[in-house]
């Protein structure tokens, strides 16, 4: 197997689960980076012993630390630095998606912003994900899906670095809602829309 996707794959998890530790702590020891590169060392491949995987994953966080992913002591403590942050939430970017359920929950998710021209290249990149994600556009600056998103906004909001720009909603009113469930009808034939008004329902 290439060693540039070995080492590529051994990045990603240890930016992982550095990141899920930041929760609890700000620091991730050594031995527990070394024993969470164990098992996916073991799955990239299992001809090497316990002191062979070992010794790769010591030489995974040097690499991590001249590439500047990992800050700070190997006996006392490392850190995710910024640009691994950005590397996680590219990662997070390529694989979301949004869930599509067999029936509508009812609520309308819309995102609004307003990203200043001196970040028009991220504004224009964020239309086109928001688009690729199956939303559509109300207007020059808010799109709007009937499915839960506000995870995946964020993580390509976090991208971008325009998450002070963006707002997420959450409403069950819409004008002109008829249309837009039809749109979404079409889009997504698989998925029951329905809507209760004064104990009385219409179908789409």
């Not at 073991?42 to 010591?58: F, N, Q």
């Not at 720009?165 to 959450?170: D, G, H, K, V």
Request: proline share 3%.
């Amino acid at each position: 197997m290439d060693k540039r996707y070995i080492t590529g794959k051994l990045v990603d998890e240890l930016i992982r689960f550095a990141a899920l530790g930041a929760v609890v702590s700000t620091v991730v020891l050594a031995p527990n980076a070394i024993q969470a590169l164990d098992k996916p060392l073991r799955a990239l491949d299992r001809k090497l012993t316990k002191r062979e995987r070992e010794r790769e994953a010591r030489r995974i966080i040097r690499y991590m630390k001249e590439r500047g992913y990992l800050a700070g002591s190997y006996e006392y403590g490392l850190q995710l630095t910024d640009k691994a942050r950005r590397r996680l939430s590219k990662n997070a970017m390529h694989a979301t998606h949004i869930r599509i359920p067999s029936v509508w929950d009812g609520n309308w998710r819309i995102v609004l912003y307003d990203i200043p021209e001196s970040k028009g290249s991220a504004r224009r990149a964020l239309g086109d994900m928001l688009r690729t994600l199956g939303c559509f556009q109300l207007q020059k600056s808010a799109w709007i899906t009937p499915f839960a998103c506000r995870d995946q906004i964020a993580s390509i909001a976090a991208y971008f670095d325009v998450d002070s720009y963006i707002t997420y909603l959450e409403a069950q009113h819409l004008d002109n809602e008829k249309v837009m469930i039809k749109k979404f009808q079409r889009k997504y034939p698989c998925t029951k829309f329905s809507r209760k008004i004064s104990n009385h329902s219409y179908k789409f």
